[in-house]
């Protein structure tokens, strides 16, 4: 099969054409809208579960940054009870019970606890900050909100709990690190598939919460 070809319209950055090119050829995107997924990134999910099991049926998720909902709607199918949040608007998910806020404010924590109405099984989160195209200045952006939400998943998570959450790969994450292994039992680092491989993007997966200390 040929791959999409896209003109280089007038006055359109090189950068944004070979974006949208890609956008075109992704087949994760094709089969998102095929599939009725909203986003690509609910296959980054579903083939972290399928390697490490951690969404289970029933189990209580709390899903950071869940806009447009891709990760929310794999939760909610697999029998999960979803609280998600973002600062942007998303549209309504049987199974889901959605706050629109912004998880860094100080009233955040308690609107959470009260959202979700006992301790949650998992705290997720496919966040990442705007990119300013300075690679080291990005990673550490991305770290800085990845501890955010890991400080947020202590103070809401159960006793043997698992937290998920997205970086990218480099040098600046080494107290990100440290503050997993001492606050959980087991910490690896996963690329799913669906993940680009020309992306310096993983996810940090830890599990067995020991609970707050």
Same mark, same amino acid.
């Given at each position: 099969?040929?791959?999409?070809?896209?003109?280089?319209? /007038?006055?359109?950055?090189?950068?944004?054409?070979?974006?949208?090119?890609?956008?075109?050829?992704?087949?994760?995107?094709?089969?998102?809208?095929?599939?009725?997924?909203?986003?690509?990134?609910?296959?980054? =999910? =579903?083939?972290?579960?399928?390697?490490?099991?951690?969404?289970?049926?029933?189990?209580?998720?709390?899903?950071?940054?869940?806009?447009?909902? @891709?990760?929310?709607?794999?939760?909610?199918? /697999?029998?999960?009870?979803?609280? *998600?949040?973002?600062?942007?608007?998303?549209?309504?998910?049987?199974?889901?019970?959605?706050?629109?806020?912004?998880?860094?404010?100080?009233?955040?924590?308690?609107?959470?606890?009260?959202? =979700?109405?006992?301790?949650?099984?998992?705290?997720?989160?496919?966040?990442?900050?705007?990119?300013?195209?300075?690679?080291?200045?990005?990673?550490?952006?991305?770290?800085?909100?990845?501890?955010?939400? =890991?400080?947020?998943?202590?103070?809401?998570?159960?006793?043997?709990?698992?937290?998920?959450?997205?970086?990218?790969?480099? @040098?600046?994450?080494?107290?990100?690190?440290?503050?997993?292994?001492?606050?959980? *039992?087991?910490?690896?680092?996963?690329?799913?598939?669906?993940?680009?491989?020309?992306?310096?993007?993983?996810?940090?997966?830890?599990?067995?919460?020991?609970?707050?200390?």
């Amino acid at each position: 099969m040929s791959k999409p070809r896209v003109r280089t319209a /007038k006055g359109r950055p090189v950068a944004s054409t070979k974006w949208l090119a890609r956008q075109l050829a992704d087949p994760y995107i094709a089969r998102a809208r095929a599939e009725g997924y909203r986003s690509r990134a609910a296959y980054k =999910l =579903l083939e972290m579960d399928a390697k490490a099991h951690f969404l289970r049926p029933g189990a209580l998720v709390l899903d950071l940054g869940a806009a447009p909902g @891709g990760w929310s709607q794999v939760a909610a199918a /697999k029998g999960c009870r979803v609280v *998600a949040t973002d600062i942007l608007p998303m549209d309504p998910l049987s199974g889901v019970a959605f706050t629109q806020m912004d998880f860094m404010d100080d009233a955040a924590p308690a609107r959470l606890v009260a959202a =979700l109405g006992g301790p949650a099984a998992l705290v997720m989160s496919d966040m990442a900050p705007n990119t300013t195209g300075h690679r080291a200045t990005d990673h550490l952006r991305i770290v800085a909100m990845a501890e955010a939400a =890991l400080d947020l998943a202590q103070a809401v998570l159960a006793p043997g709990g698992a937290f998920l959450a997205k970086l990218w790969q480099g @040098g600046a994450q080494g107290d990100l690190h440290r503050a997993l292994t001492r606050g959980f *039992a087991k910490v690896r680092t996963l690329k799913p598939p669906a993940s680009r491989k020309d992306s310096a993007e993983c996810y940090a997966l830890a599990t067995g919460f020991r609970g707050r200390t």
